[in-house]
């Protein structure tokens, strides 16, 4: 039996094994709404693996995964992005041949249109989310060019908003800002921190710049386990952390 918890997303007791191998090993997280976690560890720590658990794309061997109090353990990959937990893999994934706006625009669920599941329609209401998220991700102006000819840094963005008209309210960005340039970065720890307004984000990030720039908490993972948890301050005072990560 466990009871309701204010947390959005709640983690308890989370293992998975490969083989024999626990890539996740009795892992408990809670993020709160409107918080911004950063999970940063070494390579192999099993960073990917909790967001696979948690969007549905890997099944845990055992724990539990609550989102908004709702297990999501056995849910359907697309259960889990209706229930609001939307999340953006390494390599972006728009639509090159669609504009910005039709990237926006094929994001929006299709029940939530007028006339619903019959066809799809551009509404004004769908007009008006499409501008608010370009606003959102800074890209108002490239609302008519075409996928392909985005900056890589743009696609990213775009590939942002695309998860923010889906209403998601637990956004999961692993490595945002690889291959980005200095400017990019920049923007880019700007952007996560106003979509963080009304919603929940985690991100996995190596750029230690970066992480001190937009985290709330962090959480350092290694062999599968939580190392260390607090602000960036704490973390980069803790003595096993410098051994297992910062130090090297
Ligand atoms: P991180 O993102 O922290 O670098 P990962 O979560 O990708 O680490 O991987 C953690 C460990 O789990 C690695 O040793 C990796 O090889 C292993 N692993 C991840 N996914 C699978 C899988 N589907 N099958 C077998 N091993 C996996
Ligand atoms: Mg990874």
Request: hydrophobic residues 40%; charged residues 25%.
């Amino acid at each position: 039996m466990s009871s309701n918890t204010d947390f959005l997303l709640a983690i308890e007791d989370l293992t998975v094994s490969f083989d024999g191998f626990k890539a996740v090993d009795g892992l408990s997280l809670y993020v709160e709404r409107d918080e911004l976690r950063v999970i940063i560890g070494p390579n192999g720590a099993g960073k990917t693996t909790v967001l696979d658990m948690i969007c549905g794309k890997t099944r845990p061997t055992s724990g539990s995964i609550k989102f908004a109090n709702r297990e999501m353990v056995g849910m359907r990959e697309h259960e889990i992005v209706r229930a609001g937990v939307g999340r953006k893999f390494q390599t972006p994934s728009i639509y090159e041949n669609l504009t910005v706006f039709e990237n926006l625009e094929v994001s929006y669920p299709k029940g939530r249109t007028v006339l619903g599941s019959i066809g799809f329609r551009t509404t004004s209401e769908v007009t008006d989310r499409i501008h608010a998220v370009a606003t959102e991700i800074g890209l108002t102006a490239q609302l008519d060019i075409e996928g392909a000819f985005l900056s890589h840094g743009q696609k990213q963005w775009l590939e942002i908003g695309m998860l923010l008209m889906q209403e998601s309210q637990l956004v999961m960005l692993d490595e945002p800002v690889a291959g980005m340039s200095p400017p990019e970065r920049e923007q880019t720890a700007q952007l996560i921190q106003r979509i963080c307004k009304g919603r929940s984000i985690i991100v996995i990030e190596h750029d230690m710049e970066f992480v001190s720039r937009i985290a709330h908490k962090v959480t350092v993972l290694h062999l599968g386990k939580i190392l260390a948890e607090g602000s960036m301050a704490e973390i980069q005072k803790n003595a096993k952390v410098m051994d297992v990560y910062l130090g090297h």
